[in-house]
């Protein structure tokens, strides 16, 4: 037998829980050679998402739970399920159904055939406003560009990974944590399985736009360095513009002496300098704050409650 964890990290999920369980688990019972475990995250919900994981805790023993003290985001969701993990496969979902529970006996035979990762790929983003599947996209371009970790465009954090490759996610123990980074870090074989976008089961999405752009920010300071390059590559150009600016002024002064006062040309100079300088700024400024997060080495959440040691010897 081949036990399998099933992490679920749940934020306010009071609606849904029941239904993503009764699903999940009409998929389960038609798979033959594996035993399955649910670790349940509640990540500081404010419903009773942690008493819809206790019923479900008292009809079927394989339901564990994690109760964190405050909401600490799905990242952190995510790792303290891969960390409370023993199973020789690890599948994460989400548990608003909109990863299908029925894609699990597909992915497994992606693990069967050898791979370490058999991870779902959404083939269309039908339901979601034009300008988010254009920065989303973008935002694939450019940390594409700029890493050496491809990210596959479209992956979200539907994933069956072998013990192998969760042990190595974890060594990965960074505070601000950017899974589709690490997961492609990582390295490891990945099968991909593209399924069409299904619309929440209950609930509502956590995520805002701002929220979406400052974490594809974090996502690509995280994984590259090339933004700190651009930085200096860009002090180079204007350098050499401006030597090229002097020198062409200079000549001109010395020729055909002060013309009119050049107000505008300065006002854009000092404009466009002061833009550069800025922006530069916050580039040093996004990293420094990375290494300030880091630095302080601050647990990745904290644990209020679980069931976990209650049946371990
Ligand atoms: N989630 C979480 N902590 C958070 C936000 C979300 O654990 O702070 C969980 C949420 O309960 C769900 C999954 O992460 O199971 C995906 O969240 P959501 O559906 O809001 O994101 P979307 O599907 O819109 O990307
Ligand atoms: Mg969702």
């Known amino acids: 037998m081949t ?61 564990k739970f994690l109760s964190f003290s405050r909401n600490f985001g799905k990242e952190s969701a995510m790792y303290a399920g891969l960390q409370a993990s023993t199973g020789d496969l690890v599948i994460i979902m989400d548990a608003d159904l909109q990863h299908p529970p029925s894609m699990i006996p597909l992915m497994m035979k992606g693990i069967e055939e050898g791979y370490d990762c058999a991870a779902a790929r959404r083939s269309s983003r039908a339901g979601e406003a034009p300008i988010r599947s254009f920065f989303s996209r973008f935002f694939y371009y450019l940390s594409n560009q700029m890493t050496n970790v491809k990210m596959a465009y479209g992956a979200v954090d539907f994933r069956i990974m072998t013990r192998r490759m969760v042990d190595a996610v974890l060594k990965l123990s960074e505070v601000e944590r950017f899974s589709k980074g690490i997961f492609a870090w990582v390295g490891f074989e990945t099968k991909w399985y593209p399924y069409e976008n299904v619309e929440r089961a209950a609930g509502t999405s956590k995520w805002s736009f701002w929220g979406l752009f400052r974490y594809a920010l974090s996502g690509i300071t995280s994984f590259s360095i090339v933004p700190l390059r651009l930085v200096a590559l860009m002090g180079i150009v204007i350098s050499l513009g401006a030597f090229v600016y002097i020198l062409a002024t200079l000549t001109q002064t010395l020729l055909f002496g002060i013309d009119v006062p050049g107000y505008v040309t300065t006002l854009c100079a000092v404009l466009f300098l002061g833009g550069i300088i800025e922006l530069s700024l916050g580039i040093v400024g996004e990293y420094i704050a990375h290494m300030y997060m880091e630095s302080k080495k601050r647990p990745i959440y904290i644990l209020k409650e679980s069931n976990l040691q209650d049946t371990k010897e």
Do not use: R
């Open 3 to 63: 036990s399998v964890d099933i992490i679920v990290p749940c934020y306010n999920e009071e609606e849904g829980l029941a239904l993503f369980y009764q699903e999940t688990q009409k998929v389960l019972e038609q798979m033959k050679g594996y035993t399955f475990t649910y670790i349940l995250v509640d990540d500081g919900s404010y419903d009773q998402t942690l008493n819809e994981m206790k019923k479900l805790a008292v009809i079927d023993s394989h339901v």
